[in-house]
T-cell receptor, first 111, second 115 residues
Framework: SQELEQSPQSLIVQEGKNLTINCTSS?????LYWYKQKYGEGLIFLMM?????EEKSHEKITAKLDEKKQQSSLHITASQPSHAGIYLC???????????FGKGTTLSVSS | EPEVTQTPSHQVTQMGQEVILRCVPI?????FYWYRQILGQKVEFLVS????????KSEIFDDQFSVERPDGSNFTLKIRSTKLEDSAMYFC?????????????FGQGTRLTVV
């Protein structure tokens, strides 16, 4: 079965600093999704990537899917306290009928 | 902006009792899902629902679980006889198309505590 590994597990950065979160799949990714979760709350959709080499940006967050479609990165530029939360990567399962998730990366931003 | 809404936000129940978790998906979405997240663990898929029937279910979704779309707006998850290990955050999600290549939108979750 497919597994998603996220790194780092947790991250503390100073406000204004850049950071990157990685998501590595044990199998080829056919759809990769980034979500943000505040502790104890729901998942907020950030971005979806499907094509090898694809890159998408929204405000100060950029997500990329590598050419081989086995790794994705989420980059935050000039982090702010509002960026704090748990970032989850999700991928379509083999049948394309549900999502599997990584364990998440907890981001704290200190001001 | 349309959103998935879930009720209740918190539910405490005694072991062995039945619970029904409710969800109102986004109105033009056709695919509905339940996921759960045990504290400190991954978000796990339970079941997907399309055209008034289950399209896929995971190993977690055993005979104790059932889903229903009783009317045009609600989507429910029933746990017949709750166990301590059912304590988790339960998320409802919906998507316009089937999961492959379509973003799913999640509700805020129902925190279920079984005592």
């Amino acid at each position: 079965s497919q597994e998603l590994e996220q790194s780092p597990q947790s991250l503390i950065v100073q406000e204004g600093k850049n950071l990157t979160i990685n998501c590595t799949s044990s199998k080829t990714l056919y759809g990769l999704y980034w979500y943000k979760q505040k502790y104890g709350e729901g998942l907020i959709f950030l971005m979806m990537l499907q094509k090898g080499g694809e890159e998408k940006s929204h405000e100060k967050i950029t997500a990329k899917l590598d050419e081989k479609k086995q790794q994705s990165s989420l980059h935050i530029t000039a982090s702010q306290p509002s960026h704090a939360g748990i970032y989850l990567c999700g991928a379509d399962n083999q049948a394309g009928t549900a999502l599997i998730f990584g364990k998440g990366t907890t981001l704290s931003v200190s001001s | 902006e349309p959103e998935v809404t879930q009720t209740p936000s918190h539910q405490v129940t005694q072991m062995g009792q039945e619970v029904i978790l409710r969800c109102v998906p986004i109105s033009n979405h056709l695919y509905f899902y339940w996921y759960r997240q045990i504290l400190g663990q991954k978000v796990e898929f339970l079941v997907s629902f399309y055209n008034n029937e289950i399209s896929e279910k995971s190993e977690i979704f055993d005979d104790q679980f059932s889903v229903e779309r009783p009317d045009g707006s609600n989507f429910t998850l029933k746990i017949r006889s709750t166990k301590l290990e059912d304590s988790a955050m339960y998320f409802c999600a919906s998507s316009e198309g089937g999961q492959g290549g379509t973003e799913a939108f999640f509700g805020q979750g129902t925190r279920l505590t079984v005592v």
